[in-house]
């Protein structure tokens, strides 16, 4: 058996549904791994993952925690708020992964606050995955 990290993967299915789910294409600008330079507000990064070990007897598991962040020019947290929802609803129904298999999805958490920039406000939803090979 094969041992193999699913980081990139999920990061590719979140991308994939994210990108293509037609609601939060009306709200934002973009869903993006790198963001240009005069990228226009508001949009959506997929962020930093993390893994934690999750094995049976016979398979290969771990724990994926990623995290997606909302960046929004709109005068108080209502923006950020709203699109942090149209990701947990269209993350909901799930991602397809090559190789592996989801066995569970959580929301480990949200926050929305103001950035360094205090014109932006930041919202952040960590998502955790319960994922095994194939």
Excluded at 90 to 95: D, E, F, I, M, P
Aim: glycine content about 6%; hydrophobic content about 40%; overall charge negative.
């Amino acid at each position: 058996m094969a041992i193999q990290t699913a980081m990139f993967e999920l990061q590719k299915g979140i991308f994939t549904r994210l990108s293509t789910d037609p609601i939060i294409s009306e709200r934002v600008t973009g869903v993006f791994d790198a963001v240009g330079e005069n990228q226009a507000f508001p949009y959506i990064t997929i962020g930093e993952p993390s893994m934690l070990p999750f094995n049976t007897k016979s398979k290969f598991g771990e724990e994926l925690s990623i995290v997606i962040h909302v960046w929004s020019l709109y005068e108080g947290k209502k923006e950020a708020i709203d699109i942090i929802n149209l990701c947990l609803s269209s993350l909901s129904s799930g991602v397809n992964l090559d190789g592996f298999t989801v066995r569970k999805i959580d929301v480990d958490n949200i926050r929305v606050f103001d950035d360094t920039d205090p014109r932006i406000r930041h919202g952040v939803l960590r998502m955790k995955y319960t994922i095994q090979n194939n």
